[in-house]
């Protein structure tokens, strides 16, 4: 089965730039989503198909996607974005999610 | 604007059945981008995605659960309903439905809100 792989926690010093990585065999040939889930809440999909954001978000939030890794970055990081992320991938009909970072805001 | 809810009991036995509804308001569940899903977080873990169905009521499962997992689909209600079977306490977990744009591979983008399900006797 496929699998996903993120580090446990990422810190970025306040209005610095946050890099979430997520690390999958080929990962680049894949579609990947990220999403943002704050204490309490429902997963906010922030990034779709690699580098695209929903209506809303903001454009301090981008994406890339090659190789063996995609990366979500987290640029002027504020304390509002202190939330866990999870990064997620379609294969063979099955959705996979990655097991979650959690990012702290200095 | 769309809205799902979970609605379903809050506690279950073990070795019982799981069950719980998603009502999705405010666009179709017939719509033909999407596939609806169910997604789990057992309490400070990570998400584990359940299974998909679309509204011809094709199904994609997560291999490690499909053998429990029955996702079904009521168009006339605009709602889709998960059943886990046989549960234990490794069942315990917030679940959310969510919708899916596969076809556009667009990611999760509507989700309720989540109900917790705790599985003890």
């Known amino acids: 089965s496929y699998e996903l792989t993120q580090p446990l926690s990422v810190s970025v010093a306040l209005g610095q730039t946050a890099r979430i990585t997520c690390g999958g065999n080929n990962i680049g040939r894949k579609n990947v989503h990220w999403y943002q889930q704050k204490p309490g809440q429902a997963p906010v999909l922030v990034i779709y198909r690699d580098s695209n954001r929903p209506s809303g978000i903001p454009e301090r939030f981008s994406g890339s996607n090659s190789g063996n890794t995609a990366t979500l970055t987290i640029s002027r990081a504020q304390a509002g974005d202190e939330s866990d992320y999870y990064c997620?991938?379609?294969?063979?009909?099955?959705?996979?999610f990655g097991g979650g970072t959690k990012l702290t805001v200095l | 604007q769309l809205q799902l809810q979970e609605s379903g009991p809050g506690l279950v036995k073990p070795s019982e059945t799981l069950s719980l509804i998603c009502t999705v308001s405010g666009g179709s569940i017939s719509s033909s981008s999407y596939y609806w899903g169910w997604i789990r977080q057992p309490p400070g873990k990570g998400l584990e995605w359940i299974g998909s169905?679309?509204?011809?009521?094709?199904?994609f499962y997560n291999p490690s659960l499909k053998s429990r997992v029955t996702i079904s689909v009521d168009t006339s209600k605009n709602q889709f309903s998960l059943k886990l079977s046989s549960v234990t306490a490794a069942d315990t977990a917030v679940y959310y439905c969510a919708r899916d744009n596969y076809y556009d591979n667009c990611g999760s983008d509507y989700w309720g809100q989540g109900t917790l399900v705790t599985v003890s006797s």
């Open positions: 169905i679309y509204y011809s009521g094709s199904t």
């Open positions: 997620q991938v379609w294969d063979s009909s099955t959705a996979v």
